[in-house]
């Protein structure tokens, strides 16, 4: 079974704070997508990073993937309100699994205005 | 598109009773996904359908719980009889195979009591 592990599991932070959460495995995965959940919605995709050592940036928020692919990181510069929510990592496989995602428990990040 | 649409949005229903949760996918997706997410487990799949044909149910808990797709444009999740450990948020997904990320619903809320 592939597992994901996200770091840290709870954080909170004033407006205006930098903060990086992480995404750890002893899998390798294909690719590794990142959502964003807010309360009473589902998941939301922000992005997918593929190649080993990809570096993606989507405004304020940078990610990740780990040279070997079997981690991620995602570093939010100047947090602002609107970026509280839970945010998920999702492992996809390959092969016969290529279908399936294998989500992380998320990091819930609360910004304080 | 409206994306995935998921009903009912809440449901309470006393333990014993058979409780059916629906999806509508977007026009065009092939594959349809049933997630079950709690504190504790986190983002669990249930269940896999390509092109309404169901292709891996490993994630399904135990035989009290079963899922159709009659069509492409049409699933249904159902528990029969229900326990209060059932009590989650479950989620269907949908995506073009093998092309960009997962589009979620908003969820049903399960209460069994």
């Known amino acids: 079974t592939q597992l994901l592990e996200q770091s840290p599991q709870f954080l909170s932070i004033q407006e205006g704070e930098n903060l990086t959460v992480y995404c750890n495995s002893s899998?390798?995965?294909?690719?590794l997508q990142w959502y964003r959940q807010e309360p009473g919605e589902g998941p939301v995709l922000l992005v997918t990073?593929?190649?080993?050592?990809e570096v993606k940036k989507l405004k304020r928020l940078t990610f990740q993937f780990g040279d070997a692919r079997k981690d991620s990181s995602l570093h939010i510069t100047a947090a602002q309100p609107g970026d509280t929510g839970l945010y998920l990592c999702a492992g996809v496989g390959s092969g016969a699994g290529s279908y399936q995602l294998t989500f992380g428990k998320g990091t819930k990040l609360s910004v304080i205005p | 598109d409206a994306g995935v649409i998921q009903s009912p949005r809440h449901e309470v229903t006393e333990m014993g009773q058979e409780v059916t949760l629906r999806c509508k996918p977007i026009?065009?997706?092939?594959?349809l996904f049933w997630y079950r997410q709690t504190m504790m487990r986190g983002l669990e799949l249930l269940i896999y359908f390509n092109n309404n044909v169901p292709i891996d149910d490993s994630g399904m808990p135990e035989d009290r719980f079963s899922a159709k797709m009659p069509n492409a444009s049409f699933s249904t999740l159902k528990i029969q009889p229900s326990e209060p450990r059932d009590s989650a948020v479950y989620f269907c997904a949908s995506s073009l195979q093998g092309i960009g990320g997962y589009t979620f619903g908003s969820g049903t809320r399960l209460t069994v009591v």
């Open positions: 899998s390798v995965f294909s690719s």
């Open positions: 026009s065009g997706h092939n594959s």
């Open positions: 990073v593929v190649t080993g050592g």
